[in-house]
């Protein structure tokens, strides 16, 4: 079904979309919140640029967005892809505890905040560009992959990432020393078991965006991890 996103209200069209069988594919997107929340079982293209909380709490479906996001995309998502062929807002993946969120271009502030595994839930974000400041801030679980590609020479993280940082990984393209990390984490230069560990899902961005495989897996990655020494852990980690 196509749906012309200029004749519906926010909660107009997200009831359409609930109505629809499994595919949906919304034309003249502007602004309109909460599209695909909670849903699972359908696959969802967006054409223009959807609102805040796209994918909330997304429980198994895959959206597509051609265009930018806004903030919060992801929020709480559980099961389910989102992948955005050009930028997103603040909070991309806030809480979210399994699924995929893949951009092309650039993330705003507090990508990855309070992801969080579960059990067999492994959820994964790569940023194809940038990251703003606060990138995976208390990080709890799940890997924060972040490109930086076409950045214009501009750092490819903002200040203070992974500050609060508990659990996860964090993997970051570049061989740039002078990023600030907090005391609690601990960096290495990536191994090829780290590579190993984020292949399957630098294979699948590299599909879905149209990207050089080669080119990424032979860069340099910077791997950040919680200190084993950080007292907050157990309040935060199930054993």
Do not use: W
């Amino acid at each position: 079904m196509i749906i012309d996103a200029t004749q519906y209200t926010n909660e107009d069209l997200n009831d359409t979309v609930r109505q629809c069988a499994s595919q949906v594919q919304i034309d003249n997107c502007l602004g309109q919140r909460f599209i695909a929340a909670g849903l699972s079982g359908k696959e969802i293209v967006v054409n223009g640029t959807p609102g805040n909380a796209l994918g909330a709490y997304l429980n198994g479906a895959d959206v597509v967005v051609n265009g930018n996001a806004q903030d919060a995309v992801g929020d709480t998502m559980n099961e389910g892809r989102i992948f955005i062929h050009g930028n997103t807002g603040d909070a991309a993946g806030y809480a979210m505890r399994g699924g995929k969120i893949y951009v092309d271009g650039n993330a705003g502030y507090r990508a990855g905040i309070h992801m969080k595994a579960y059990k067999q839930k492994l959820p994964v974000m790569i940023i194809g560009g940038r990251c703003g400041s606060f990138l995976g801030e208390y990080l709890a679980g799940g890997i924060i992959v972040v490109l930086g590609m076409n950045t214009d020479g501009k750092k490819i993280v903002g200040n203070f990432p992974c500050t609060g940082m508990h659990g996860g990984k964090v993997f970051l393209r570049t061989t740039d020393n002078s990023i600030d990390f907090p005391s609690q984490v601990n960096t290495h230069k990536a191994t090829k078991e780290d590579i190993q560990e984020i292949l399957p899902y630098l294979e699948e961005f590299c599909k879905v965006f149209g990207k050089d495989k080669k080119a990424l897996l032979e860069s340099e990655y910077i791997v950040v991890t919680p200190n084993s020494a950080n007292p907050y852990k157990q309040m935060y980690v199930e054993n």
